[in-house]
């Protein structure tokens, strides 16, 4: 995802600095001319008196001319093709792209856009020749995330499947503390967790603290948002080193 990023921050800064190229140029090119209504009128005026010709100018002119037809061109080459989605176009070809401050940045990870604005990406991890599958909807929040082999077959086993796109299963203590979220000094209820095995709720979480559930049918992982709502805080998560996290509870009753 990083890699689509920056592609599409280096495609705007290019856009941007052709686009602050030709300003300037024309800025330029105006402030020559001074009282001069056009190149045109210059040359017939001094079509008998070549020695006061500013060649420089010409050269100038010739070379706007030439990177505005490039850009034409360009343009009239490519058809761009609404969407479902208002951020997203598509081409002749069914290349997609995204609508970023008025330009149109090609994003070859885009799959499909459908009839609900909502889309697909397909990200390759080279380290493992993997493809992850991320659905999202129209306003880009991940709705769902898939992994593929080499050979394009789904990864069925969830635990493989996690520790292969970093997600960390989710365990929760088995007693709850008094108090509150940060706030708990229960050290009955941290006696007994210690003693105690700690319990899988069936959940994952990704890098941004956001849970997903494991659907066994499609062999994916879903995006719980109703459970992001409810998230714990960071104070209550401890980041264990065998790929789980593990989650305090609280009562809400003061200790």
């Known amino acids: 995802m990083a890699n689509s990023y920056f592609k599409m921050l280096n495609a705007k800064m290019n856009a941007d600095y052709k686009n602050d190229f030709i300003s300037d140029l024309q800025n330029d090119l105006r402030n020559s001319l ?62 997609y792209y995204r609508v970023v401050n008025g330009n149109f940045i090609y994003d070859r990870t885009i799959k499909n856009v459908k009839a609900d604005g909502s889309y697909i990406l397909e990200e390759k991890k080279n380290e493992h020749s993997l493809k992850v599958l991320k659905s999202f909807d129209k306003n880009g929040n991940v709705l769902s995330v898939q992994v593929l082999d080499n050979n394009d077959n789904v990864i069925k086993n969830k635990h493989y ?20 979220s940060g706030n708990s000094r229960d050290m009955v209820a941290s006696l007994k967790n210690f003693l105690s095995t700690p319990i899988e709720t069936g959940y994952f979480m990704d890098f941004h603290c956001k849970f997903y559930k494991w659907q066994q049918d499609t062999a994916k992982f879903v995006r719980m948002q109703d459970r992001d709502n409810d998230s714990p805080l960071l104070v209550d998560i401890e980041f264990c080193d065998n790929g789980t996290v593990l989650r305090q509870e609280y009562i809400g009753i003061a200790s």
């Open 161 to 180: 499947a996690a520790e292969l796109i970093g997600l960390k299963r989710e365990y929760k203590k088995k007693y709850k503390y008094s108090g509150y």
């Open 34 to 95: 001074q009282k001069e209504d056009d190149l045109f009128s210059m040359l017939n005026a001094k079509q008998n008196k070549s020695q006061d010709l500013d060649i420089n100018l010409l050269l100038k002119y010739y070379m706007l001319n030439q990177i505005m037809q490039t850009s034409q061109s360009k343009i009239d080459e490519v058809k761009y093709a609404d969407t479902s989605n208002p951020d997203i176009k598509c081409d002749k070809n069914g290349n």
